[in-house]
């Protein structure tokens, strides 16, 4: 018996990839890196994806049925448009298949809720695709918060800058209700703070399309209130051209030129840290605006490749090793603020998140 576990832990994890897209495509430069995975095959309606297949000599399918039918992997990554997910994703789930699901869950709540509840049923994985939790700079971060170094963390600042092209808005469904950096962008934003810091209660919003002039809003300020008390601004635009936001100073993605910059403030009673140029900033005797202030920097180097440590995660998630970072109850959180936060634009009240 401990010699067939020892195998199958030696064993590449067979991974099929759904929908080839933006994101589909960067999950398939992960499989090819990662040396824990092998590509099982490529499923897309598009017959032009069947290009993928041919390039790293895998099966094409045109319809996920036919793969649960003849020739199942031991997982599958999701990258198909949000209005699919629920049914792609439950159709692989009921089928006993570990689910990697990329963000957000679903379009709808009511179908983000059927996802979660055919997990459970079914008592199989499922994953959603924040990749931002696998970067080791944040994983410093949250040590360091939870060390208590910070003390009671008051107040976070999150920024959100950067100047999207023309040729952006050739697609245009990017000028249209869910293309602007809140459906894009911010949802990434929203996972990683409520993962650093708790539960969000309330959110209130304020959008523009001052600039573009769009259906869709170019720029927004987000104000969330955590169960803990917590206080935090979100503060986003795709008009500004600026070093400031978490793709350029992260640099988890080559297509971006690195800043070195800052994009996230979190603020403590007792220090505050900024990252992801990770600096820890404290007194050393008696807190005090008149006493001087030092900081330490942290040697954590940036992730260049976490879509890689996402699939080697769902690797361990796969044999039972760990459990999901990011799970589906996570990813319906992260919506139902994300619902929040559109509710409270239109109205510029403060809405309750539901839990």
């Known amino acids: 018996m401990a010699a067939n576990w020892r195998q199958l832990m030696k064993k590449k994890i067979k991974i099929a990839v759904l929908g080839v897209g933006l994101m589909g495509s960067q999950h398939l430069k992960a499989i090819s890196i990662s040396k824990r995975v092998k590509l099982h ?36 990554i999701i990258a198909t448009p949000n209005q699919f997910h629920e049914k792609h994703a439950v159709d692989f789930l009921n089928s006993g298949i570990p689910v990697l699901l990329e963000k957000p869950i679903s379009d709808k709540i ?24 696998h970067n080791s700079i944040v994983t410093s971060v949250k040590k360091m918060i939870q060390s208590g170094k910070l003390g009671k963390i008051v107040s976070v ?15 245009k469904w990017r000028v249209k209700k869910g293309g602007g950096p809140l459906g894009i962008n911010l949802v990434h934003d929203i996972d990683l703070i409520c993962y650093l810091i708790g539960q969000v209660k309330y959110v209130q ?30 503060n986003i635009s795709d008009t500004v051209v600026s070093p400031w936001s978490y793709e350029l100073t992260a640099g988890e993605n080559p297509a ?41 920097s942290d040697n954590s180097a940036s992730s260049r490749y976490t879509l890689v440590n996402q699939v080697n995660h769902f690797c361990d998630v796969i044999l039972g090793k760990t459990r999901p970072k990011v799970d589906g109850n996570d990813g319906l959180m992260s919506l139902k603020i994300f619902d929040a936060i559109l509710k409270s634009s239109k109205t510029g009240k403060r809405i309750k998140v539901s839990q």
């Open 205 to 234: 919003a304020t959008t523009s399309n001052s600039i573009r002039k769009y259906k869709v809003e170019d720029t927004a300020v987000v104000n969330l209130i955590f169960k803990s008390g917590t206080l935090c601004t979100l």
């Open 41 to 76: 095959s490529i499923i897309d309606v598009k017959e032009s994806s069947r290009f993928f297949a041919k390039k790293f000599k895998v099966p094409f399918y045109k319809n996920p049925k036919e793969i649960l039918k003849t020739n199942k992997p031991d997982g599958v």
């Open 157 to 171: 600042s999150i920024m959100c800058w950067l100047y999207k092209n023309k040729d952006w808005y050739k697609e």
């Open 256 to 296: 971006y030129p690195l800043t070195k910059q800052s994009s996230y403030y979190i603020g403590g009673t007792k220090g505050s840290i900024q990252f992801p140029n990770l600096k820890y900033w404290y007194n050393k005797n008696e807190r005090s605006w008149w006493k001087e202030i030092f900081y330490k």
């Open 110 to 133: 009511k179908k983000a809720k059927k996802i979660v509840n055919s997990s459970k049923k079914n008592k199989v994985h499922l994953l959603i695709g924040y990749h931002r939790r």
